[in-house]
């Protein structure tokens, strides 16, 4: 039955194999997001061309929620990984503590009460450097979660509207329409040269 129960240093490996996973997961469902933008962009070209614009506005609908999840997503993704962080951090304070306390309760046999105060002093210090650390976490992760909001904005704050978005549909389809032009263009002379190859 021992078999069983797993050992601290095992359950700790499958929690870390967790946290790999997840994080993992939630990179592939971003990636997912963006190649959904994608095809929003794709299918608003296509209505834009054939001037659809119900299919245009649901195009433009999309692709604003899909930017949104994504933003979701990247938030989550970040305050998981911070969260992770926190948590070795804080194990491995408690290592820290654990150690000390048996190292103060050795001294304590062998110095005097002036030796225990010095002990004690350094023990408060290094508790206060703890919730120094925590505070900049705190900072940090609120400045992310800042950044992250900031990321979806243009220079001047604002989000994409829809006449940015049309904009950017029509630089899509022209840039898409030159492809096609330099494409057919090399097609032509390719079947020159072999047209004159054969005579």
Same mark, same amino acid.
């Given at each position: ?34 190649? *959904?933008? *994608? +095809?929003?962009? !794709? ?24 930017? *949104? *999840? ?24 408690? !290592? ?5 306390? !048996? ?26 450097? +703890? ?9 940090f992760m609120e400045m ?19 006449? /940015? ?5 029509? /630089? ?11 494409? !057919?263009?090399?097609? /032509? ?11």
């Amino acid at each position: 039955m021992g078999f069983l129960f797993k050992s601290k240093q095992e359950k700790e490996i499958e929690k870390k194999m967790l946290v790999k996973r997840t994080i993992n997961t939630m990179n592939k469902q971003i990636n997912k997001l963006e190649d *959904q933008k *994608q +095809v929003f962009i !794709d299918a608003a070209k296509r209505a834009k061309e054939k001037a659809l614009d119900a299919q245009y506005k649901l195009a433009l609908s999309g692709y604003k929620m899909t930017v *949104q *999840q994504q933003r979701r997503a990247q938030e989550m993704l970040l305050n998981f990984e911070i969260t992770a962080q926190m948590k070795d951090v804080t194990m491995m304070t408690s !290592d820290f503590l654990r150690g000390m306390s !048996d190292i103060s309760k050795e001294m304590t046999k062998l110095a005097d009460a002036k030796e225990f105060a010095k002990i004690q002093a350094q023990f408060e210090a290094a508790m206060t450097a +703890v919730e120094t650390q925590t505070d900049q976490m705190d900072n940090f992760m609120e400045m992310s979660q800042e950044t992250f909001y900031n990321a979806g904005k243009d220079k001047k704050g604002a989000e994409m509207t829809d006449s /940015e978005f049309a904009k950017f549909i029509e /630089e899509q389809a022209s840039l898409d329409s030159l492809s096609s032009e330099s494409i !057919d263009k090399e097609m /032509e002379e390719l079947r020159k040269k072999i047209d004159s190859a054969s005579e």
